[in-house]
T-cell receptor, first 115, second 111 residues
């Protein structure tokens, strides 16, 4: 089955720790995205990548870092510089064809809680 | 900053009624419009997309787009309790590859 997987489903972080959220897709999509969702809020874009070895900051990149070494993988690191990281984190990907971007498909999400 | 506004909820309708969800957007250059459904604690799933002015129907769902008014809506006919969820409107923008999301409208369908 093709899809997007995220792990872990739940993650607990102590203050001052860096943690890494995994996102893998086997849809052969070029573009991948990380969003953050807080209760009652829409999705806010953290980082996105349109091609391997390239990524751009979204609207709330401070305190986060990403890498895109493989087409299938787009891990997100939440650093200790992110002061309020408790949220629901969603990874998404989309097919690009001829410069046109289609709908984004989402993984199941990772719920991060700071202890 | 691109703005995507959705009608404030929560919206509550009885089973069998029509639920109407509205969305306005600020970027006149937007070309692609998406409606996602998100159940509590789950990730969003795409239910409709529309690119051209007018109506697009898929089962009980109809998306309506009016680019001149910068308005897109989602109608759910014969609403069912299983339709109770948050509906997110998403719009593309001038930055290639980005979607801009509204805050969502929470819909409750009561039996």
């Amino acid at each position: 089955d093709g899809g997007i997987t995220q792990s872990p489903k739940y993650l607990f972080r102590k203050e001052g720790q860096n943690v890494t959220l995994s996102c893998e897709q086997n849809l052969n999509h070029d573009a991948m995205y990380w969003y953050r969702q807080d209760p009652g809020q829409g999705l806010r874009l953290i980082y996105y990548s349109q091609i391997v070895n390239d990524f751009q900051k979204g609207d709330i990149a401070e305190g986060y870092s990403v890498s895109r070494e493989k087409k299938e993988s787009f891990p997100l690191t939440v650093t200790s510089a992110q002061k309020n990281p408790t949220a629901f984190y969603l990874c998404a990907s989309t097919e690009t064809s001829g410069g046109t971007y289609n709908e984004q498909f989402f993984g199941p999400g990772t719920r991060l809680t700071v202890l | 900053q691109k703005e995507v506004e959705q009608n404030s909820g929560p919206l509550s309708v009885p089973e069998g009624a029509i639920a109407s969800l509205n969305c306005t957007y600020s970027d006149r250059g937007s070309q692609s419009f998406f409606w996602y459904r998100q159940y509590s604690g789950k990730s969003p799933e795409l239910i409709m997309f529309i690119y051209s002015n007018g109506d697009k129907e898929d089962g009980r769902f109809t998306a309506q787009l009016n680019k001149a008014s910068q308005y897109v809506s989602l109608l759910i006919r014969d609403s069912q309790p299983s339709d109770s969820a948050t509906y997110l409107c998403a719009v593309d923008g001038s930055t290639l590859g980005r979607l801009y999301f509204g805050r969502g409208t929470q819909l409750t369908v009561w039996p």
